[in-house]
């Protein structure tokens, strides 16, 4: 077993121990780590996209073999070992300027493209919904087609770390700008419905929390997945959230009815869905915006009490008594002027988190405190 050429010095535990050689070789020949499914729909397309200024990782390269075969490196450190979690979305790399995108194969016969491009084409800085960078035709398939946009994170990965960390999202999630619409407020303005909003269809341009990098399936890992890498904090970074995934949404003429039908969506608990049973597209948005802030903050943090009366108000389970999103932006407004600014640098706490636990962390937050203070009087 030869060890491989390096360009740079790999870490100790990049190697196989010597009694697990022989069980990677095998599982290697028996085709564990072979391209499966819609993989090879993008193996397919890998000249095709480096053609039109996109790289797709060597694994997806004709003829790939594993850079590990012949070696005493462990798979699980070599790059090229690591399979797709979602088949529909690839990530690359742009030649032009190396920045890491996502690449979605879709069907051109639903709202999605128009959609996509609708909000794409308002150059607006407090445009939340994901921008497109173009669309390429699918070589192989006529009816389907490739979007490119930027590489996002999930909102929540990593996890939220400070109570501003929550109020921002809202902010932008809903809209707290004094100079432009965002969020729901901005898509329902231009007479867009969602339809499947969720804590998946929320991502983040998470860049300056990761300023050397991060692997695009092994989020917590370098790109080169050979050592773990930890996030900076969200606070101060201009974290950027988006809505993403526009396959169910429907636009609706001015003046036209914003009745629909379909039992659709990721949000299992909006009371009204029907496949039968006309119901408001954007009270349902409203909703399943509320679910998020109650999953992803209400449910987990004891520190939020300013959160639920928003929370209730957007589930109502009547939809005629939800608030518009313009409404429940008012709400969040008079909401937050009241936040002090040392509220918004206080740590979540967690309900699950123990007695013990918290005290050590509450600890911690006060010295942070205090050291935030003392930079602010010596300047």
């Not at 077993?1 to 990677?24: G, V």
């Not at 090879?40 to 480096?50: D, G, I, N």
């Amino acid at each position: 077993m030869s060890t491989p050429a390096q360009h740079k010095r790999l870490p100790i535990h990049a190697y196989a121990e010597e009694e697990n050689l022989p069980s990677y070789t095998k599982l290697t020949e028996d085709g564990f780590y072979n391209l499966v499914g819609k993989e090879h729909f993008w193996q397919e397309r890998y000249r095709y996209l480096h053609d039109h200024g996109y790289l797709l990782r060597p694994r997806y390269s004709p003829g790939w073999k594993p850079s590990w075969s012949g070696t005493n490196l462990d798979p699980t450190y070599c790059e090229d070992s690591i399979k797709l979690l979602h088949y529909q979305v690839m990530d690359a790399t742009r030649l032009s300027n190396r920045e890491l995108v996502a690449i979605k194969s879709f069907y051109l016969d639903g709202q999605e493209l128009h959609i996509a491009q609708f909000f794409s084409a308002i150059d607006d800085k407090a445009n939340h919904c994901v921008r497109v960078y173009e669309i390429l035709p699918d070589p192989y398939k006529p009816e389907m087609a490739l979007m490119v946009m930027p590489f996002l994170r999930p909102c929540n990965n990593p996890e939220f770390g400070t109570v501003g960390d929550v109020t921002e999202f809202v902010d932008q999630t809903l809209e707290a700008s004094a100079f432009a619409p965002r969020g729901l407020v901005f898509m329902h303005r231009y007479r867009v419905a969602h339809r499947d909003v969720a804590i998946s269809n929320i991502m983040m341009d998470a860049r300056k929390l990761y300023p050397t990098g991060h692997h695009p399936i092994r989020l917590n890992y370098t790109p080169d997945v050979l050592y773990p890498v930890s996030a900076l904090p969200r606070a101060g970074r201009d974290v950027r959230y988006y809505y993403i995934d526009f396959g169910l949404s429907s636009q609706f003429p001015e003046g036209a009815s914003t009745l629909v039908v379909g039992d659709v969506g990721r949000d299992a608990d909006v009371p009204e869905l029907s496949d039968h049973v006309p119901y408001d597209a954007f009270k349902v948005d409203i909703f399943s915006l509320g679910n998020v802030y109650s999953k992803l903050f209400g449910e987990k943090y004891k520190n939020l009490e300013f959160l639920p009366s928003l929370i209730q108000l957007m589930k109502q389970i009547r939809p005629e008594q939800r608030p518009t999103a313009e409404e429940a932006l008012r709400e969040w407004k008079k909401t937050r002027a009241t936040l002090p600014d040392s509220l918004l640098r206080w740590r979540l706490v967690p309900k699950m988190e123990a007695p013990i636990e918290r005290v050590v962390n509450d600890t911690v937050a006060v010295a942070w405190e205090g050291i935030y203070h003392l930079r602010k009087f010596v300047g």
